[in-house]
């Protein structure tokens, strides 16, 4: 039946697509957020991303989530219909700039040291243009990807991943950890986001509840004496974007490893809270972290 049913799922996305393709990414945009607005919560929880907005921001009147899941929804469609047209983010193929970047001296320096560091953020705007953008500036980059479940889907967002966001994929899991090993040990830098929930990840403090965590930054930037570099994406009105550079987040090392790796991941945590409250309507709600 799972079989059946990503068939459906997978013709029906490309149909999509093609739909897409033809009317170009104005106008697709335009086709695909209502139908995303609409059909969304066929694939996503309902309860979920309301028990999420309610951890996170607290008892806030009905008219401000409801805006939050409208925008919520725009964004995701967005994000779908670009997919088709990343080549025109890659290649800087618009008649006016698409991402305006602040932070860009944290990344020369980085360039100029030789070093290497973890880039995390979360799912913001279009969160797929971080790792591509890091490796247009010459970061050595390996990004981290969940792979979708549908395996009619995957190997084609793969191959887009690959050729337009950033040429090291690694896909999360065992295989997947001993890569990012390998590549590092080859002094490359690896982009990941931490906002997802992982089954067997640990739990800590994420908006005063604990939340399931991956300590991957923190083990990498703790085995490989590397700075951890949070990035935070916006989409703007006009379907432009923002993107920002933090500072490295400072580590206070203990003799204690564990102790470490746990105060670096409460303070990756922080970090996000930080993010999404900055502008609540631009992160997607729909991951169970508190599950």
Not at 151 to 165: C, S, T
Not at 264 to 289: G, Y
């Amino acid at each position: 039946m799972k079989i059946i049913k990503y068939i459906f799922e997978a013709i029906f996305i490309y149909f999509l697509f093609l739909i897409i393709k033809i009317f170009g990414l104005k106008i697709g945009r335009k086709i695909i957020a209502p139908l995303f607005s609409n059909i969304g919560f066929l694939f996503k929880s309902k309860k979920v991303v309301r028990k999420n907005i309610s951890h996170a921001l607290g008892n806030i009147p009905e008219d401000q989530i409801t805006s939050i899941i409208e925008f919520m929804w725009k964004n995701y469609a967005y994000t779908f219909v670009e997919y088709l047209y990343l080549y025109k983010f890659r290649l800087n193929k618009f008649s006016d700039p698409q991402i305006k970047i602040s932070g860009k001296k944290i990344l020369d320096d980085l360039i100029q040291s030789n070093k290497q560091a973890i880039f995390i953020s979360g799912h913001f705007g279009n969160f797929e243009l971080m790792a591509m953008e890091l490796e247009k500036h010459k970061i050595n980059l390996a990004a981290i990807y969940r792979p979708l479940n549908n395996f009619f889907l995957n190997p084609f967002m793969v191959f887009l991943r690959k050729k337009y966001i950033c040429r090291k994929q690694i896909e999360k899991g065992r295989k997947g950890s001993r890569e990012i090993i390998e590549l590092m040990n080859k002094n490359f830098s690896i982009a990941l986001m931490v906002d997802q929930r992982l089954g067997e990840s640990e739990r800590f403090s994420f908006f005063k509840k604990p939340a399931h965590t991956t300590t991957l930054p923190a083990q990498l930037a703790l085995k490989f004496n590397c700075d951890i570099i949070p990035i935070y994406l916006e989409r703007n009105e006009d379907n432009t974007f923002k993107m920002e550079i933090f500072d490295p987040i400072k580590i206070n090392k203990k003799d204690n490893q564990e102790e470490n790796k746990r105060e670096i991941t409460i303070k990756i945590n922080q970090t996000v809270e930080k993010m999404i409250l900055r502008n609540p309507k631009q992160w997607i709600w729909t991951h169970n972290r508190w599950k």
